[in-house]
């Protein structure tokens, strides 16, 4: 078993590198099953993820090659099967992606519910009723999400709430239907542009991404083409408010700063500075934090990924702040592991009460998906004494080098392995 043990308490200073962004990747490397030919992505960031979902494209048929850890080379014009690995697809949430990438080029595909984080009913019926609506059968059965079609044909279609998972996944099928597709109150996050992009690089026509409709006429097939994957909002955030929780001075760097608007606004409500350059932002406190209330929301809102992150610096602040979690409907699943740390939050339903001024200490923890795992890290960062976090393979899938950056800023950070 891997542990993270971390001595807190010493501000963090310097400059830190952003990678590409995890959401887009898992989004854009199946996208190429959909080109039929070769592709190369560029700032892929280098975790989990990404090599699992490599490993369920080569399953299929596909040469996938890293010609860096950064760089993968998809050849998808040997993909053999339309029927995706189980162990690798339920590896992870993303691998949905593969049933429009599949159901457009092959007009069948058959996918394993997948899995990934585990923060309340995460159900998949948008993307099967854009399917629907495009004229596929979609089947449950046994575990399996299967999806066929004689011909795809465009159609409107609505969808009740502005779900990531499926404004990508129907723009990726609707590729190759016939006619014009137009999905209306489609979700609009910085990696639905970025996925739109590539697939107009490589002979789509897509338009409206990054608005709540989006169009798309249908084309026969798709190209080639060499992209370069959009920076990490969520590793941004993560690092701004590593910045505000340990009272250090953190500039980011090969970011976007627009997309953090959000949290931009929040941590100087907080009494943060955050300057702001063309590629970069330097945050650090201007004195005493102070709470605010933070409403989770489909972007442009506060993201629901960097939630247990503002939570955590929430509880170190001064007066009552209050967090609202809107997008998933159990996604506090974290805060008993931060109550080991000596945080004084009250969760009721979907909203956590916190009155500030906590000093956190360190203790044995354990996290419980991804980003509980970097809120946990950053609660670790602010404490006193050594913290010790396990299941640290939710970090993995989502964060580059972790630690290794953490130490360059000057934290007291170590990977080590241990007896279960």
Known sequence: MEYIVINGQKPLKGCVQI???????????????????????????????????????????????????????????SINTHIADYDLATKMRASYYLLGALLGRFGEAHVPMPG??????????????????????????HGWVKVSAEKLIGAEIYLDCPSVGA??????????????TQIENAAREPHIVDTANFLNMIGAKISGAGTDIIKINGVESLGCGRYTIIPDQIETGTYMIAAAITDGDITVKNI???????LTAKLRDMNCQ???????????????????DVRTSYYPGFPTDLQPQMATLLCTASGTSVVTETVFNNRFQYINELKRLGANLKVDGRTAV???????????VGATDLRSGAALVLAGLAARGETTIGN?????????????????????????????
């Open 19 to 77: 990678g590409g962004a995890k959401n887009a990747a898992l989004a854009i490397v199946p996208a190429a099953v959909a080109s039929g030919g070769v592709c190369i992505i560029d700032n892929l960031p280098d975790i989990n993820d990404v090599h699992n979902l490599a490993n369920a494209i080569e399953k299929l048929g596909a040469t996938c090659r890293f010609l860096d850890k950064h760089t993968l080379e998809i050849n998808a014009g």
């Open 116 to 141: 990934g984080c585990d923060f309340g009913y995460r159900p998949i019926d948008y993307h099967l009723k854009g399917f629907e609506a495009l004229g596929a059968k979609c089947v449950l059965e």
């Open 167 to 180: 404004t990508i996944n129907i723009m990726i099928a609707a590729v190759f239907a016939e006619g014009t």
């Open 256 to 262: 976007i700063p627009k997309h953090m608007d959000p």
């Open 274 to 292: 955050v300057e702001e350059g063309p590629d970069y932002l330097r945050v650090y406190r201007d004195g005493e934090l102070k709470g605010c």
């Open 354 to 364: 916190t009155k500030g001024h906590c000093v956190f200490t360190g203790a044995q």
């Open 392 to 420: 640290v393979y939710h970090l993995d899938r989502g964060y580059e080098c972790f630690e290794s950056k953490f130490r360059s800023l000057g934290a007291d950070i170590t990977r080590i392995e241990r007896d279960e």
